[in-house]
Each structure stands twice: as structure tokens, then as C-alpha cells.
């Protein structure tokens, strides 16, 4: 099984609108406001794109759901926005990849994409800045960075079997 996919797009004056659909295709957002406000929405699973239920939370609110949920306070898979428009998140290479034992250079991700891969996690390891000789094991972890579609579409690429 995968990580979960959380995106986030900017909403000028207002926020970020962050993104997360569940391993049971569940859609559900939540807007941090730049009051700290928290808008958390939930979406109909017959029709994804309509919202079935909208709640606001105060920035005292959002901070103890926050503290329920995950005491570090951050996203697991998105781990960096900026206002050029780079995202930098963790893709995960599954146990059955086909890239399983092949190296990171095969993957043509860098051509492919625009994205690079920054890092690798391997068990309690970080491997920086990765060769494209470097070969790729199921369980490793990817820090891919680049837009925003060009992150989606690296994920695309390990995901392909």
C-alpha cells in the first residue's frame, strides 16, 4: 500500500487549501487560513467533488485537533511549499515495483518530469543527493522535488507496473 497523497495549492489571500484522498477514496480538505483558521471539509463519496460537510476551526481548535491527530504538527508526505511554486514530498517505492533492484537512472524521472529525487530514506538511513547508478529497493522512501505536476507525474512513473 501506498502513502496517502496530500497536495496543497496556494489560495492568495486567503491560504493553502491542503488535499488528502484516503486508501478507501475518500476526499477531504482542510484551508489553513492565514488567520491560522482551519476550514476542514469532507466530500461525498458518490460524487468527490461535492462537498457533504464544512467545519471551522478557530486556530486554538485546529491546534488541539492538530495535537489528536499527530503530535509533530506536520503533513508526513508534503514536506515543503514556497511561493515559486516547488513541492517537495516523499513517494514511496513499493515492495513489487518494477523498479524494485533497478537503478534510479532507468526511471528517466529527471528527463521525464523536471522533478529530481533530493534523497532517499532507507530504513533508518538518508541517502543524499542519489546517483542516477544508485539502485532503487522496495521500501525506500523518495524526497522528490519540483511543480507540482511534476512531482504527480514522478509519482506516476514509480507507480507504473
Known amino acids: 500500500m501506498s502513502a496517502p497523497r496530500l497536495r496543497a495549492t496556494p489560495l492568495p489571500g486567503i491560504g493553502v487549501q491542503y488535499d488528502l484522498v484516503t486508501r478507501e477514496d ?41 495535537d489528536a491527530l499527530k503530535p509533530s504538527h506536520h503533513s508526513a508526505s508534503l514536506l515543503y511549499t514556497s511561493d515559486l511554486g516547488l513541492v517537495a514530498e516523499r513517494i514511496e517505492v513499493a515492495a513489487g515495483s518494477r523498479w524494485n533492484g533497478r537503478v534510479l537512472g532507468e526511471t528517466r524521472m529527471r528527463t521525464e518530469t ?11 538511513e538518508a541517502i543524499p543527493s542519489p546517483a542516477p547508478d544508485f539502485r ?18 514522478a509519482a506516476t512513473i514509480l507507480g507504473r507496473e
Open 26 to 66: 475518500r476526499h477531504l480538505s482542510v484551508v489553513a487560513h492565514r488567520d491560522g483558521a482551519r476550514t476542514v471539509s469532507v466530500y461525498r463519496a458518490d460524487d468527490p467533488d461535492s462537498c457533504a460537510q464544512s467545519l471551522r476551526l478557530s486556530g486554538s481548535e485546529a491546534g488541539a485537533l492538530i
Open 114 to 124: 523536471g522533478a529530481s529525487v533530493v534523497a532517499v530514506l532507507r530504513r533508518a
Open 136 to 153: 532503487l529497493v522496495g521500501g525506500d522512501t523518495l524526497i522528490v522535488i519540483g511543480t507540482r505536476e511534476g512531482v504527480d507525474a
